[in-house]
């Protein structure tokens, strides 16, 4: 297999036992042994050299060439996007752990793992296509393409619906419109009409009645592909309906829908929310090697719908209209409405807008708000720079690191130390091609050939200034809330965020009793996760006020049956 993509297998004394075990991948992948660290750096800077994807280098714990640390480095250097696996013989496990433990807290390998003793070590299997998993969603071209989008050039639109497809696990490619897959999708086209780009071909059969759409933005193809609000019967009232679908709201949708609640979905953009962005999410309890926030997502949301959850993707909500003596409460969208008798508010928080009127003006060319896992692949050899300097930013800055030249993360604070996760700040530190820039914010910038190309840096402390170039921009800037199409009723705090529980005002206490802790002012409307005043703003603490939420929407509803 030529173009297959590289697994490099390393070891002195165990390759035999290294190659038997990945015998099984050797259909779909090209799997080669090196016998020292030396060979294997031979190999990976060929595939480097000739652009053939490597999916992943397995390397026994002790090498007869090389210490362990210089190989990894070399190996990083030669094919930074590789995943790194460690196998370390039983009787070496004990000794050899405390360093292992180091290096992957650091970013130097992905995991370690026992080397298998026998036949059928399904562990071990899960490990290695964990890894594979993960390479070939963050890094690798699509095999199969349910999904064709046919475009001249990587326009704003193009982009943004390749990070959509993404983002919701769609198998999909990019063609030229004079290829063999752009010809056959113009060939769809109503004669005489003129192609708009892109052009997107849905090729299987679920799509039969619609296969080609020239998207005016993303909303148009999410309808498409998960339908609208108004395909609820009109004459129904759910039990629940969630707005949002990032950890909060799936969170909630799994246990309503698993404890008999109809529960509805809608979400803005696309399942996940914004943990949905994060290529590797490595402290979120139960999963040790990580998992991709895109993954996590989409995990969750096949999980809800195999309980009977209903997800509707790309309408954001316009208003809520509470429910009065009685009514049920009505969730209004321009695809149509959803009436609830129960509602919970789990639509996340936006990241602050930079306000540099300039390098607003590049959004989609080269300045980004969001990790953009699908821009990250446009950033090789490129100087990036992400600003921000919570878990996000860490995340978005080691997943650049894998294809930019350089990684600059640009932070207001003299350090990270107080907004970081320390796993993450250790894993930063060693990173060759990531540096930390203390002190600093963007005054300016500007294009280059249409694309970004320069920004202009201050420094907070003495007010000097400095251009650099660059090739990208990353915002994670924090948390901001827009739920301007919540009622009034629903009190939010002075930066916006919904007030629940002791926070709300006294005067929606009911006989001197506050509301339960997630429950706002309106009766039968509650909020969890990031959009909540006081919350924790992690991925775990999210979904556990998901779930918690569901309880309390249970307990509303015998309240109200009563009555």
């Known amino acids: 297999m030529s173009d297959a993509p590289l697994i490099v297998l390393v070891s002195g004394d165990e390759l035999p036992t290294l190659q038997a075990q990945f015998a099984r991948y050797e259909r779909e992948y ?5 016998g020292t660290a030396a060979e294997a750096t031979a190999v990976l800077r060929d595939a480097a050299a000739s652009r053939r994807p490597v999916a992943l280098v397995v390397s026994d714990s002790v090498l007869p060439d090389a210490p362990m640390h210089e190989a990894l480095h070399d190996w990083r250097a030669a094919v930074p996007t590789a995943r790194r696996v460690i196998t370390v013989p039983i009787a070496r496990f004990g000794e050899e752990t405390p360093w292992l433990r180091g290096a992957a807290q650091k970013g130097k390998i992905d995991t370690y793992v026992v080397l298998p003793q026998g036949v059928r070590d399904e562990e071990f299997h899960h490990a290695i296509t964990d890894l594979l998993g993960d390479w070939g969603a963050t890094v690798a071209t699509s095999e199969v393409a349910t999904v064709r989008i046919i475009t001249p050039d990587a326009s704003r639109l193009a982009l943004a619906v390749r990070d959509f497809l993404d983002r919701t696990g769609f198998p999909h490619r990019t063609y030229a419109p004079d290829s063999p897959e752009g010809l056959e999708a113009h060939a769809l086209l109503e004669d005489g009409a003129e192609p708009s780009y892109p052009l997107i071909h849905l ?26 609000p108004s395909d609820i019967e009109l004459d129904s009232v759910v039990d629940l309906v969630v707005v949002g679908a990032g950890p909060a709201g799936l969170a909630a949708a799994v246990y309503g829908a698993s404890e008999g609640l109809s529960t509805v979905v809608l979400e803005s953009e696309v399942v996940g929310g914004q943990a949905g962005t994060s290529s ?9 090697r990580g998992i991709s926030g895109m993954r996590l997502g989409q995990r969750a949301r096949i999980q809800a719908v195999r309980f009977g959850a209903r997800f509707f993707t790309g309408w954001p909500v316009t208003e809520l209209v509470p429910g009065v003596d009685g009514a049920p409460h009505v969730v209004r969208t321009e695809g149509g409405e959803v009436r609830a008798r129960a509602v919970l508010v789990a639509s ?9 009127e300039p390098l607003e003006e590049l959004v989609g060319a080269g300045v980004h708000y969001g990790a953009a896992m699908t821009a990250a692949r446009e950033m090789e050899d ?12 860490g995340q978005a800055a080691v997943h650049l690191s894998r294809f930019a030249r350089s990684v600059t993360i640009l932070v207001r604070r003299p350090d990270l130390a107080s907004t970081m996760s320390r796993y993450l700040i250790d894993e930063i530190e060693w990173n060759p091609r990531i540096s930390v820039r203390p002190c600093t914010q963007i005054v300016d910038g500007g294009a280059t050939d249409g694309q970004l190309g320069w920004l202009t840096l201050r420094d907070v402390r003495d007010g000097s200034t400095e ?22 009723a629903v009190r939010r705090d002075d930066h916006g965020f919904v007030l629940t529980g002791r926070d709300v005002p006294t005067e929606c206490w009911v006989d001197g009793r506050p509301p339960e802790n997630l429950a706002t ?3 039968g409307v509650f909020a969890a996760g990031d959009i909540r005043s006081g919350s924790m703003k992690r991925v775990a603490s999210a979904s556990g006020e998901g779930a918690s939420a569901v309880s309390l929407v249970h307990g509303w509803l015998e309240a109200q049956a009563r009555v």
């Open 280 to 288: 590797m999410i490595r402290n979120y309890l139960g999963f040790p």
């Open 30 to 34: 090209d799997v080669r042994g090196a």
């Open 348 to 356: 996340g928080v936006d990241y602050r807008r930079l306000g540099v």
């Open 467 to 488: 251009q650099v170039g660059a090739g990208g921009l990353f915002l994670l800037l924090g948390a901001e809330p827009h739920c301007d199409w919540l009622p009034e």
């Open 521 to 523: 002012c309106v009766p």
């Open 203 to 228: 090729t299987t059969g679920p799509f039969a009645s619609t296969p080609l759409v020239q998207p005016r933005s993303v909303r148009d193809l999410a309808a498409i592909v998960y339908g609208r």
């Open 382 to 393: 490129r100087d990036v720079f992400v600003v921000g300097g919570g878990n996000s930013a």
